[in-house]
């Protein structure tokens, strides 16, 4: 079985996996297969986390059979040109309390009659059934649905929006375990760097807080974790607490700077 980690970012998808339970097991990064052009098919390891929806008599291909909506490099380049036919920040969406994430609000200000609009939900489902569809064709004797799936999510989120983000995965035939993406973070920096946690503890010091500033691309989070020595010796990891819910992340930085120059 693999282990399998799925980044659905508000910017980029990324997904990770590792084979067995060795503590040593490589972790690879899938290439993603998507349109960066019209008609041109190519795997990259970010799917861009955008969906734009063709124009009817505008020639495209559709390689996934997932039209009318397309998701991946080519639709956030071609929504760039055409924005009232384009879907971004899909996770800022599903976690706006302020709107109906089940209906068909997407893109917002669209007109339904020339767009056809779809859901916070579903536009997140699209986004995992394309990975659902990458990974299958890439192991065809090890489907995604039977591997174990972690999904990140950020730590400010509430219990609503973790509970859209389980029902968008489970509407794309996953069954996922959710995570922390600042624990997930902190989490590989004790795999790759124990020693740095390891110094924050001495012989007076049986613990030590560590703040993770996590910016996103739509989300800005702070988890504050406690780390110590157990009775055993070993490190022991207590997330003890999270900052607000702050919907400011890199989509702002760039617009700022944008607007700035």
Not at 148 to 153: G, K, P
Request: hydrophobic share 45%.
């Amino acid at each position: 079985m693999h282990h399998v980690g799925i980044d659905l970012g508000t910017t980029h998808t990324v997904v990770a996996f590792s084979a067995g339970d060795a503590p040593d097991a490589a972790t690879q990064v899938l290439p993603v297969p998507q349109l960066v052009s019209a008609h041109e098919l190519e795997a990259l390891r970010l799917l861009p986390s955008f969906l734009y929806a063709p124009a009817a008599g505008e020639s495209v291909a559709d390689p996934f059979g997932e039209l009318p909506w397309l998701v991946g490099r080519y639709a956030r380049h071609r929504g760039q040109e055409v924005t009232e036919r384009l879907i971004s920040s899909v996770k800022s969406w599903l976690s706006h309390a302020g709107v109906a994430r089940r209906d068909a609000i997407l893109p917002w200000g669209a007109d339904a009659g020339e767009v056809p609009k779809i859901s916070p939900v579903e536009a997140s489902r699209r986004l995992l059934a394309h990975v659902k569809s990458s990974w299958d064709e890439a192991f065809p004797a090890q489907p995604l649905a039977e591997q174990s799936v972690v999904l990140t999510v950020p730590a400010s989120f509430d219990e609503v929006a973790r509970e859209l983000t389980v029902e968008a995965a489970e509407l794309a035939g996953l069954h996922v375990r959710l995570l922390e993406e600042p624990q997930a973070a902190f989490y590989d920096l004790v795999a790759s760097n124990s020693d740095a946690i390891e110094a924050l503890l001495t012989p007076t010091r049986s613990s030590a807080m560590v703040l993770v500033c996590d910016v996103d691309g739509g989300t800005t989070d702070l988890t504050l974790i406690e780390a110590r020595r157990g009775s055993d010796g070993e490190l022991k990891l207590d997330r003890v607490a999270v900052g607000r819910h702050l919907l400011l992340g890199g989509d702002n930085i760039d617009l700022t700077l944008a607007q700035l120059c």
